[in-house]
């Protein structure tokens, strides 16, 4: 049965995590008093129930931090995700559940588990270890105290982004060169005849692609890049000395090490990894850097490109080298159209319907409610929850929650549930939601993990979809992005909104080759953002925030964009998941695309390598470390081939 979060309200917010750290309480409690042979089932099993019951908390109420439309409904949420947070991480230092599990592993009922009931606990011992349970109890409890002053940094952190609400009010000037589309539904400034351009990105993004005004975008960029301010770098400067110094207590030598002990690639193969391609892609992006300040040159001679200059220039090489205007490909993507193409294709390829559920009692009217079954048999697989359009106070970009995960429970498999949240553009009097490619991109990626939590049958909770190592949780949402540049996927689903005509060929033809336009210098901003992350959590000691920045921003070619902030606003640094862990975008992008190269090579809507791929990859979730998933799907050892080629570096 799902949510009614219709009246949703502080108070039960706050009540539906109490309930469950209490209920957990009581299964802990009884694990702990249980005499006689431990076995997992009066064991482990208890603790998976109590993990679950808290996770499920988190569904109904410390989630309302990212959506819910009343402030005091997102305050409660955030503040309870912390009390949920700090209750979950707390059970590694708990030394009485500790000496307990400790004692099962020893025994004969431990050494006969197999399976994922194996690797649970071998999981848990490894918790309590890099808790410090090896520790004396004052080091120990220093530990909890920092653990603890992480989470309540991070949800900080988050509320101040989620509530920043800043932009510039234009006169109809002012907008020069932006359609007419775009000008209609931005909201009214202030000062009568202006109009409010946010630092939103349904904002943000056309403006800075498409506005003549250089100066403008030098301002809208500077309010962007400043989200979060100086509340928001303190408290990333404070989390990253507190990582260090909880990973010096543990015995680690950086933080990265100490994060990257449970993940695919060590500090050494990123610096491998990034040294293999840093180069190839400095020489192509200073070529395509060549081009755009050759365009530039004829609007602003003798000035220098930007950051503010960056995106108006490669949207306008677009437009002159192939022929593709953004907001012309748009019309062929209105996002009812998009998303209909997206279950069509999934459904072929992966053997799954979708239904929209009437009344579904979501928190907002702009969500809709889709139930996920398998085709073949009929049976209810998972829910998921569409969340995507922006409002004050909502979760500020694009990502995937679990809000259920998919268990094994006495009386049968319980369904997941996982929701999108995104913030594309509304519907405008008579004109549908239309997305850019590239958020068609975003819809096809953020669907990747949505899949990966829906289509799980793993049997418990700790290896239910997503839960695979950090640093190839991405591959199964960076493969959908193949997707959307194949002409006869395309040519499915996309469909002008008023015509109701297929998107030409020809178009199609030009969009496939400018994907490739200077992808030297997209890349090289990942590999920046990679090594920004370490700079705060690698290496001999931390960086500061915002020093880091000015630091490493050279690698991107283009330069800084002066007394800004990335760190204020860049969430990923305050992510348990993806501190000392971004490059898994670009590192697991290689799997990604190897992957594909399978569909590729037996048709990329090949219905059998789709259950093959559910089989091996989706359903497996993390009950088996990413390389094996990775071999036992593949048939051989991962290559980088195809990720070279797409990058410009392969043939």
């Not at 588990?113 to 109890?137: H, T």
């Not at 049968?412 to 405008?428: D, L």
């Amino acid at each position: 049965m799902l949510t009614d979060y219709t009246n949703m309200t502080a108070e039960r917010v706050a009540q539906v995590v109490d309930d469950a750290i209490a209920a957990g309480e009581k299964l802990i409690g009884n694990v702990i008093a249980t005499d006689g042979d431990r076995t997992y089932d009066n064991t482990m099993a208890p603790l998976d129930q109590a993990i679950t019951g808290a996770q499920d908390a988190y569904g109904v109420g410390g989630f309302m931090a990212q959506v819910h439309s009343e402030e005091t409904v997102r305050k409660a949420g955030a503040d309870a995700e912390q009390k949920n947070d700090k209750w979950l991480a707390g059970l590694a230092f708990r030394s009485d559940l500790f000496q307990i599990i400790k004692a099962y592993g020893e025994s004969d009922d431990a050494a006969a588990l197999d399976g994922e009931r194996r690797r649970n606990l071998e999981f848990w011992l490894r918790d309590f270890r890099r808790a410090g349970q090896e520790l004396s109890q004052g080091e120990r409890d220093a530990i909890e105290d920092l653990k603890k002053r992480l989470i309540e940094l991070n949800v900080t952190y988050e509320s101040n982004l989620a509530e920043w609400q800043d932009g510039i009010e234009m006169t109809p000037e002012d907008l020069d060169g932006l359609p007419e589309a775009f000008i209609e539904r931005l909201a009214p400034g202030q000062t009568e005849g202006t109009y409010l351009v946010t630092v939103d990105y349904p904002d943000y993004v056309p403006f800075m692609n498409e506005s003549t005004n250089r100066e403008l975008r030098r301002q809208l960029q500077f309010k962007f890049l400043n989200r979060g301010g100086e509340a928001n770098i303190a408290l990333l400067n404070e989390a990253v000395r507190v990582r260090w110094d909880m990973a010096g207590k543990l015995g680690y030598s950086s933080f990265a090490d100490y994060a990257m002990e449970i993940k695919m690639a060590d500090l050494k193969a990123v610096a491998d990894f990034y040294a293999s391609i840093e180069p190839g892609l400095t020489e192509l992006g200073v070529a395509e850097l060549t081009v755009l300040q050759e365009l530039m040159e004829k609007d602003h001679p003798g000035e220098e490109i930007m950051p503010w200059d960056w995106m108006f220039y490669d949207t306008l090489q677009r437009k002159l080298d192939f022929g593709v205007d953004d907001n012309e490909v748009s019309e062929y993507f209105p996002l009812e159209a998009a998303v209909a193409g997206m279950f069509d294709i999934c459904g072929e390829m992966f053997g799954i319907d979708f239904a929209q559920v009437e009344d579904p009692t979501a928190w907002h009217p702009d969500v809709s409610v889709y139930e996920i079954t398998d085709r073949a048999s009929g049976k209810l697989l998972a829910h998921y929850y569409a969340d995507l359009h922006p409002r004050p106070g909502k979760f500020s970009h694009a990502a995937c929650w679990r809000l259920k995960a998919g268990v094994a429970q006495a009386d049968g498999y319980r369904q997941p549930i996982a929701v999108v949240a995104a913030n594309f553009t509304k519907p405008s009097g008579d004109t549908p939601s239309l997305l850019k490619h590239d958020e068609v991109n975003t819809l096809f990626h953020e669907f990747g993990h949505v899949l990966h939590n829906a289509l799980t049958e793993a049997q418990l909770p700790r290896f239910s979809g997503t839960q695979t190592e950090r640093d190839f949780v991405e591959a199964p949402s960076q493969i959908m992005e193949n997707w959307i540049w194949e002409p006869e996927v395309l040519q499915r689903f996309a469909r002008h909104y008023e015509t109701g005509q297929p998107i030409p060929t020809e178009l199609v033809t030009k969009m496939v080759a400018a994907r490739d336009q200077n992808v030297g210098l997209k890349m090289l901003r990942q590999v920046f953002y990679g090594h920004y992350d370490m700079a705060l959590h690698g290496g001999d000691a931390p960086s500061d925030a915002s020093e880091a920045y000015f630091d490493l921003v050279g690698i991107t070619l283009v330069p800084a964009h002066p007394d800004t902030h990335l760190g204020a606003s860049f969430g990923h640094m305050m992510s348990d998941g993806y501190v000392a862990g971004y490059y898994g975008y670009l590192w697991s992008k290689v799997y990604g695309d190897d992957m594909f190269s399978v569909f590729e090579d037996e048709g990329v809507l090949n219905p059998e390598v789709g259950m093959r791929y559910r089989s091996a990859i989706l359903a497996r979730g993390g009950t088996a470390d990413g390389m094996e998933l990775l071999r036992d799907f593949l048939g051989r050892e991962p290559s980088s081939q195809a990720f070279l080629k797409k990058i410009g570096l392969g043939s």
